[in-house]
């Protein structure tokens, strides 16, 4: 019996065997249906293949384990008798027994790693593919928060843990404890027929009455089994909270790290090294803190096993001693009892010998459960913004909320046409950024209708750009190969960095070396290369000297005109206002409205109009 998943604080655990019995299929249900989609996946038949290949492979070495217990009757009774001519052709039997029994299992280790192999090839290619597929990967840890401050169980914490560790993880311990289930049930029923025969009767007497036992060995063996596995259950269940938790403190350690390694330059001109040295010590304590709980748990269950399987080795010389001083059996059938009696002992203690990883597996099973109810739960959100393309920039009835439901804007009505020039201004908190996401459509918290044109570029406030190649980083999203040299060295210069024309393949980290202005030169040098109709500048300049944002402001309106588009910006100079015709202003609404700003439309040489109320 496995013990339930880790609850929400706010519920009890289950109380019961009833109640443990349903967590335990629950589980299963779970495990299952994150095995079945990669058996009836197009690389079906090669998973089933294998997995057939393995299973014969784990019979056939059950069937070898058979043949070894019957020439260890013959090998240690031709010792007992002095019998070279037997002892000398078992030897030559088990020559040929050990070879086949050598390459079985050399080709089913090979088998079981290449469908692991495969198996976590598949599994990852498709959970990266939900995961960058519409917006996923940003829906997710816009809703994380909201989910966790709710106590929702699909909150997904790590997502690059869960895909590049807890797949590994799950695939691996899937196949190994079934397989080795499916090793020890036959196993046992290989044996216990074996030892049953061997075994004999137990004869004794009671209150006048004379009894016998058929078949005592086996009896033996189920108890004894029956009673390590109980005992292991209890002193082994707190490692399934604890491996849980484990991959989480881990995964959220190594994620801190990743962030300083992100921001070194800023964390660098902060002096915050002592800061982020305190926030690392604190996620590495919780680290140290639960391992060492995991290792005082494992501790407690080694003590058990190392006792229940040294026990074992003993423990049917103990019973069988007796008939063999009293010569009812000789030292090769004393032997084969032994060989079938630790066959036996050892398929019904698989549950005491594989507890450690049942717990590591249910645990990880957990964490891709939830992260697979994570992709659910968005999938089942119907968004309440329509959208559509278009030539012209229309939104209606446009309403904006934070992830925590709260209003940032409602109603709004909007409006750019080709030859526009808008800029979006507003305080600071306001909203601005988050009306651009809205009208990329990467924003959830949005209803109303919008059509936007299709051929548009959005800059963002930190763009972001690949480590490697320049040309690459230049080029991002799309290849290239699209371009040739000449139209990238160009776009370099244009956007005032002719300093770099010359380094298309340096491959750099260019997000940490390059400064900020050069970071935002080489963002508007992406829009300058691929030339689109419509660009969305969201403090696209902020960052440069007033001369260098005056050249590029001239090049990015003369781009979206030649192009027949428009351009819409928000900043906060007013040398940028210099260049729209058109203002669009976000502005405070008085305490008690349902929304936090309202936007309102001015034309550069017109007074203020409102847009939207």
Known sequence: MLEEPPLPAHQSPPRGWSQKLGAFKAFTAQAWALTKPYFQSEEKWKARGLLVAIVVLNLALVYMAVLFNDWNK?????????????????????????????????????????????????????????????????????NRFTLQANGDARNPDNPDQRIQEDINLFTSYTI?????????????????????????????????????????????????????????????????????????????????MVRVREYSESIALDRGEAVERVQLDARFSRVLGNYLALIKAQKNLVWFTSFFGQAALVFPFVVAAPRFFSGAIQLGELMQISSAFGQVQGSLSWFVDSYSSLASWRATTDRLTSFEASFRALASVDTALSATD??????????????????????????????????????????????????????????????????????????????????????????????????????????????????????????????????????????????????FADEATSALDEASENKIYKRLVALVQSAQGAIVSIAHRPTVATFHTQHWTLEKLPEGAPAGYRLKAQSADQPAVRAAQ
Not at 83 to 97: K, P
Not at 131 to 137: E, G, S, T, Y
Not at 470 to 477: F, G, N, S, V
Not at 512 to 519: A, I, N, P, R, V
Request: proline share 5%.
């Open 74 to 142: 013959l090998f240690y009774d031709a010792l007992q008798d002095k019998n070279a001519t037997v002892f000398w052709t078992q030897l030559g039997r088990f020559t040929y027994l050990a070879f086949a029994f050598i390459v079985m299992a050399v080709y089913k280790f090979y088998l079981t790693q290449l469908l692991e192999l495969r198996w976590r090839a598949w599994m990852t290619g498709h959970y990266l593919q939900r995961w960058l597929a519409n917006h996923a990967f940003y829906k997710l840890e816009l």
């Open 176 to 256: 190994s404890l079934t397989m080795g289930l499916l090793n020890a049930v036959v196993t046992l029923a290989s044996f216990v027929g074996i030892l049953w025969g061997l075994s004999g009767g137990f004869a004794f007497s009671f209150n006048g009455g004379a009894y016998n036992i058929p078949g005592f060995m086996v009896w033996m063996a189920v108890l004894y089994c029956a009673a390590g596995s109980i005992l292991t259950h209890y002193i082994g269940r707190p490692q399934i909270k604890l491996n849980f938790q484990q991959q989480r403190v881990e995964a959220d350690f190594r994620h801190h």
């Open 390 to 535: 278009s030539v012209a920039l229309d939104a209606h009835d446009l309403t904006v909320a934070l992830p925590d439901g709260a209003v940032l804007l409602a109603g709004a009505v909007l409006h750019a046409k080709p030859g526009d020039s808008v800029l979006l201004q507003g305080p600071s908190g306001s909203g601005k950024s988050t009306l651009f996401r809205t009208l990329a459509g990467i924003w959830p918290f949005a209803s109303g209708s919008v059509s936007r044109p299709a051929q548009a570029m959005f800059i963002p406030q930190r763009p972001y750009f690949p480590n490697g190649a320049l040309r690459d980083a230049l080029a991002y999203p799309e290849t290239p190969a699209r371009y040739s040299d000449a139209e990238l060295r160009q776009a370099l210069t244009d956007a005032l960095l002719p300093q770099m024309a010359e380094q298309l393949d340096q491959a750099d980290a260019w997000s940490q070396k390059l400064s900020g202005g050069e970071q935002q030169r080489l963002a508007i040098a992406r829009v300058l290369l691929k030339k689109p109709k419509w660009v």
